[in-house]
RNA sequence: AGCGGGGUGGGGUAGCCAGGUAAUCCCGGCGGGCUCAUAACCCGCAGAUCCGUGGUUCAAAUCCACGCCCCGCUACCA
């Protein structure tokens, strides 16, 4: 049987985990169980993003190599996605050798299939860092409305998507240096020519409609070929040149390097999967679904298809988009506190992995908004999983396990299953499997929810309590189906519910590891083995209280500094008069430490202004010096001597570094 | 600004493509029942002008047009 190869959007290595990554991660990995319960040969791949300017900039900042950033967060990502039981067949990263090795084959490919052509093209570069800035590293002002805006949106201001080079005054975002522009050869990839294909690839491509739909607009409306070179040192090098390819370039050749990798390991064959393919038509399959969020689309629908057939690759057969998330009805965002970090808020607080499995599955259909919040977490947890699921479970395996010593069967010559549980687990098991094909895992929790719900029905209804007084046979009959009907749901929702589930099969002795959905439908003589626990335990209003004060104080923390960052209006800046001053006078305040009383000449007027540059400057070396006045400032008194204004002045490290006019100009200018 | 997706009882949804008695299911609310079960389970009830306006039609949540609102994306952040 061939092998299905799923993956999914890799992590990219500069972050840790959020609620946002298993908005991906948890649907593809309960669909990969789903597979295999259903006898698919699955191969489940994904790794570490590792390149890429932020992850260099990053690195810097932290004082280290760019590898030893990868490193901490490739083991962060897969700690966390064994601990939430996402448990890919491998996990690799893109700044291994055998990534490196199968990236610059594809290239050259592209290069000998005469995809690839350099152009001379101007980009921003700062000196200072000595680094070509990609358009997010460039700060300036919108020429649209003059606000302070990134080099590709203007985020504060009128909200402007900007075209590279249209920004003013750019600079570097990192150190604040003005920004050249610096002519540099690059090499293009020539997406144009793939338009035609892309339209029929699109038409075909299975997935979710979020994703194609978009897709195809985009390339109906304008392809422009690819720029996929980058001035950096970490990266994946570009054959002879002193330049590394675009991370996202490499990025998604990390899902066939992976898969070589994984093959070796594993003894199967990469290349029946990512090379043969089945023809179809104009277009060479391969039996690929790559699960991603919505952000990525382009680059999955669009791209990478095109990267694939220009390198001679076979091409993916279907692609799973996500919707986004919101973090208590508000759209995610880390640096607003909307964020759920799954080590610290989630794992570490003791909430269980499968409560967060069930939530992002069932919340609602994959491809809308899923809207994370902890009480809805605690709702759907106590008045779902536990009072439905969890109580019919455990209502039947304590009660066998009560009246009968676990064993029913002593007491039956010969068992049949009741139609009507016949008839729901068959349903139940039919319509899971019909959900999956689209993709819909809402759909296929709720269908074992309504089997779960048929059986505490069953259970109300045939009063079993009743019958173990009167007929212990007709009892032990309906204890029997309701078994069944456990195991049912056992096999069921195990691929939402894999820690529990694998827990509550041990009660009845049941074997997980390579059950197949056909098995609901059998007649078994399940026994309960041990005393069985309740399968899950409750989140306590108290639990959820904590934690929401913490994500509170979170977001109130991250509105300060927003406010720091608030946009002033032209009237508000003229409210401020600020003059060039002349220094007259000046002396040290007796027993401070840095203040300097001064009396500055702001033309016309001699005002009296005390400054705490006592550190940087000395008496002497101000007379005469002109300066930057702030001169309409509620006067104030320090250490008993008023200041009626305020020198301008750059804070470096607690030193007072003065600004001083370029030019001589009179004292009493105003500044603007 | 452009493009894409969406707006159905308090929350989440089904239905829309193939119009047909005013609408599915889950959660929550209210009332009752049961007691095997983690105050769990079962039954019943309330609650929606299906975003607005106009049009097509015997008939519209469903088709068309315009408008409003929400979300996402827009290639050199990944």
Redesign the pocket.
Known sequence: MGVKLITCGLP?A?GKAHIGHLRTYIPADVYVRYLRLMGENVLFICGS?C????IVVNAEKEGMHPKELVNIYHEHFKSVFSAVGVEFDYFGRTDSDYHHEMTTQFVKKLVENGYIYSKE?E?AYCPKCKRF?????VEGICPYCGAVAR???CDQGC???LE?GEIKDPRCKICGTKAEFRKQKHYFFR?TAFREFLLDYLDKLKGT??AL??AK??VK????D??IT?NLEWGVKFPGENLVV???VD?PIGYISYTKEACRLKGCDWKAIWIDGISNGKIRWADITHFIG?????HHC??WPAMLKGADFALPSAIVASG?VKVEGK??SKSRGYVVWLEDDYLRRGFHPDYLRYYIVN???H???L?FSWR?LM??V???L???L???I??VL??TW?NFDGNVWEELDEFNLDREVIDNIAKAKDEITKALKKWEF?VAS?TF??LS?FG??Y???M????LIKKDKVECARVVANCLHIVKALIVLSYPVLPFTMKRVAEYIGMNLDCIKIDSVLELDNIKVVKKPK?????IEEEEVDRVEKVMLERIRRAEEVEKKKEVVKIEDFSRLDIRIGKVLKAEKIEKSKKLIKLEVDTGGEVKQIVAGIADTYSPDELVGKLVVVLVNLKPAKLMGVESQGMLLAVDVGGKAVLLIPERDVPPGSRVK
Not at 51 to 54: C, I, N, S
Not at 221 to 224: A, D, F, P, S, Y
Not at 294 to 298: N, S, T
Not at 463 to 466: A, K, N, Q, R
């Open positions: 990219y500069n993003d390149h890429g300017t932020p093209i980009l800035l990609p358009d997010r590293y080099g590709d949106e909200g402007r998507y590279p997406l409609e979020n739909n978009y607009e985009w409306k304008e392809l422009k690819w720029c980058r675009y991370v996202w990025a919505l952000d990525i689309v382009y669009i791209f986004m759209t995610f919340y609602t259909s491809q809308k908004d809207n809805t709702d759907k106590n008045n779902e536990i009072a439905n969890g109580n019919f455990y209502r304590y009660f009560k809402k709720d929810m309504e719900s505490n029905n259970f109300q209804s009063e079993p309590w009743e309740p399968p899950f335990k409750k």
